[in-house]
């Protein structure tokens, strides 16, 4: 998992998200809301088809979903979702792009603690300060917080609703990602005349520069020699991940 950027949408999607968030409101006022078909109905159309890019776009030339980053996304997520928060539904702040095993998975699961949802949103927030990375098993697992004694609650749930330390072709995944970067940075201290900030970055199918660089994974080998041995190419490593 890994944070992004959301970028502006086109005026026409912003003025059709609009159009049908004032239809969302007058059939929920009149007590004729279906909040499934009124989504099926608009997805359909081909400015939800634009949407569905834009999000595409967000996500970089691979397209993988916001959650797993392990899958191409195919699908609009509402990361609020639409049933419970129907005045949501259009909201382009709310959409997410996701595979088809994420949102089966997340369904419509928001858990809350007190007012504050417990969900992380990779749009909003660095998902790296709840969560970590297992380099063994290749799982997503929730932080442990010392300041409280305990696993990150907000890292808990987010594991929990997305099943990140229960999918195994996803945990492949990461670890195939995680061999590779340490294969590089291995190389490098070998000696090696590698452009190393560009290659990480190319290799990076599933965020974890930014928790190898900025999180826990700074003390684990080979990034712990770099950023002992090599203190200038650790901090150009560091700053080409400046917005993760």
Same mark, same amino acid.
């Given at each position: 998992m890994r944070r992004y950027k959301r970028v502006p949408l086109d005026g026409a999607a912003k003025a059709y998200l609009r159009k049908r968030r004032s239809r969302v409101n007058a059939r929920r006022a009149a007590g004729n809301l279906n909040s499934d078909s009124e989504w099926n109905g608009a997805r359909q159309t081909k400015t939800m088809d634009r949407v569905l890019a834009q999000l595409q776009a967000m996500a970089g030339p691979r397209q993988r979903c916001t959650y797993c980053l392990d899958s191409h996304g195919t699908d609009i997520e509402h990361f609020w979702p639409k049933g419970a928060y129907p005045t949501l539904m259009f909201r382009w702040s709310n959409l997410l792009l996701c595979c088809t095993d994420c949102g089966r998975i997340k369904g419509a699961q928001f858990p809350f603690a007190g007012h504050r949802p417990l969900l992380v949103n990779p749009v909003k927030e660095d998902p790296w300060r709840y969560l970590e990375f297992d380099p063994i098993t290749g799982n997503l697992t929730a932080r442990y917080d010392n300041t409280i004694n305990d696993y990150d609650p907000k890292g808990e749930a987010t594991v929990d609703a997305l099943h990140l330390d229960? =999918?195994?072709?996803?945990?492949? #995944?990461?670890?195939?990602?995680? =061999? =590779?970067?340490?294969?590089?940075?291995? =190389?490098?201290?070998?000696?090696? %005349?590698?452009?190393?900030?560009?290659?990480?970055?190319? %290799? $990076? $199918? /599933? #965020?974890?520069?930014?928790?190898?660089?900025? /999180?826990?994974g700074q003390n684990e080998a080979p990034f712990k020699e770099l950023r002992q041995h090599h203190p200038a190419v650790w901090a150009a490593c560091r700053a080409s991940l400046a917005n993760c």
């Open positions: 229960k =999918r195994e072709a996803m945990s492949l #995944g990461y670890l195939t990602t995680w =061999r =590779r970067l340490t294969k590089m940075v291995q =190389r490098f201290l070998a000696g090696a %005349a590698i452009s190393l900030p560009n290659e990480l970055i190319e %290799a $990076d $199918d /599933h #965020g974890l520069l930014c928790w190898a660089f900025h /999180h826990a």
